[in-house]
């Protein structure tokens, strides 16, 4: 379509499963056509370091962790090197370089996501933005979640009002209906999850909720992580990975898999608890992200919501790749200057462009 840039997506979310590409011909507008798209591992050793630092982030507030941005930023680019050889690209307009988050905390206005742009801008010789969150923290804005202009352009011809839920290390909402567009993150989602199967039974995650399923919930447990004011704040908001993790500790008590199984009914209760903040119940509930692989968190929701919940497969979008996708789509609406995110998204001011472009 005229006026339609390419665009490389790359990001590795909370989760830090691996690094998803995704190559998008787009206006940054209405025209989206998504084109390719592949998840590549990190390197063993890097992502254990990258574990490392969760286990104390506020080190990224003071230390510029030079040496593992630069390991970082060079995984990006070797494999974005590797997709163009695996999909025969020999060059895109844009790179748009989400890189990994290690610490948000929108509150002191700082927001934190390893991926040095001039480095990369260097090594592929291609223009890349990166530093999408920066410019909405800094105005107060919750610098997250940043993927509802581009579920609003994916979305724009269906049934309304609709949700699409992200599940990856934390869960995250658009709410459309016609112009509203609304979001939020609504709590965890896999991270607490993950981290104790890895802690408990020496595994990345609960495989399908096989371990959840066999489990039981604890309704004390569970009412005792409920009772969080998160719950109770309006859209918009957001939240770091570990935000939850202190409060978690209620479930040590409890026997092995009863954890899972409440900690994945945490999520599913956090997810719905949202539903008191919107304008209308959605009709209809879209789910991207890894956690749509949990058949028990799956399951749950059909249960809680009483309305369709489908992953995003169902349209014929991809939901490992999604927020790849939008990364390449916003890197073409940060080079026209258009906004990135919304009062009803963030709670910025105003609507507001963002990233910052390196050219090679």
């Known amino acids: 379509m005229q006026n339609s840039l390419l665009a490389i997506g790359a990001i590795s979310g909370t989760s830090m499963d691996a690094i998803d590409l995704a190559l ?16 590549y591992p990190y390197p063993a050793q890097l992502k254990a370091r ?65 991926g040095d742009g001039p480095r990369l801008a260097r090594f592929l010789r291609m223009p890349v933005v990166n530093r999408f969150r920066h410019a909405d923290v800094l105005l107060g804005g919750q610098g997250a979640p940043l993927v509802p202009l581009y579920h609003a352009a994916l979305a724009k011809k269906l049934e309304q009002p609709l ?17 509203i ?5 609504t709590g965890p989602a896999s991270a607490l999850i993950d981290d104790r199967m890895r802690q ?28 969080n004011p998160f719950f109770a704040l309006p859209p918009p908001k957001s939240l770091d990975r570990m935000d939850f993790h202190a409060r978690a500790e ?5 026997p092995p898999a009863n954890v899972i199984a409440t900690l994945t009914a945490f999520t599913i209760e956090a997810t719905v608890a949202v539903q008191r903040h919107l304008p209308k119940r959605p009709r ?8 749509r692989h949990n058949r028990t968190i799956m399951a749950g929701f059909k249960e809680r919501l009483g309305v ?17 996708e939008c990364f390449a789509y916003l890197a073409i609406r940060s080079s026209r200057g258009l906004p990135l995110s919304l009062p009803t998204t963030t709670g910025v001011p105003r609507p507001l462009t963002g990233g910052e472009t390196h050219r090679p």
């Open 284 to 291: 209809r509930w879209l789910v991207t992200g890894g956690g």
């Open 50 to 114: 990258l574990l490392d630092v969760l286990k104390n982030p506020r080190i990224a507030e003071t230390d510029p962790l030079t040496e593992l941005e630069n390991a970082v930023t060079d995984a990006f680019g070797q494999a974005i090197r590797q997709f163009q050889r695996d999909f025969r690209i020999a060059r895109a307009d844009f790179i748009g370089l989400h890189g990994q988050t290690i610490w948000h905390r929108p509150e002191k206005r700082f927001t934190r996501q390893l």
């Open 250 to 254: 209620v479930v040590n008590p409890l």
């Open 181 to 185: 567009i609304m979001a939020c993150d």
């Open 200 to 227: 408990l039974f020496n595994k990345p995650f609960d495989k399908d909720g096989e371990t959840a399923k066999f489990g039981d919930v604890d309704a004390g447990v569970l009412a005792a992580l409920m009772d």
């Open 163 to 179: 949700i699409v839920l992200n599940l990856g290390g934390v869960a995250n909402i658009t709410y459309l209906d016609g112009p």
């Open 308 to 324: 369709p919940v489908e992953p995003v497969e169902s349209l014929g979008w991809g939901g490992d790749l999604l927020e790849a």
């Open 24 to 39: 998008v011909l787009t206006d940054g507008e209405n025209y989206v056509e998504r084109m390719a798209g592949r998840s």
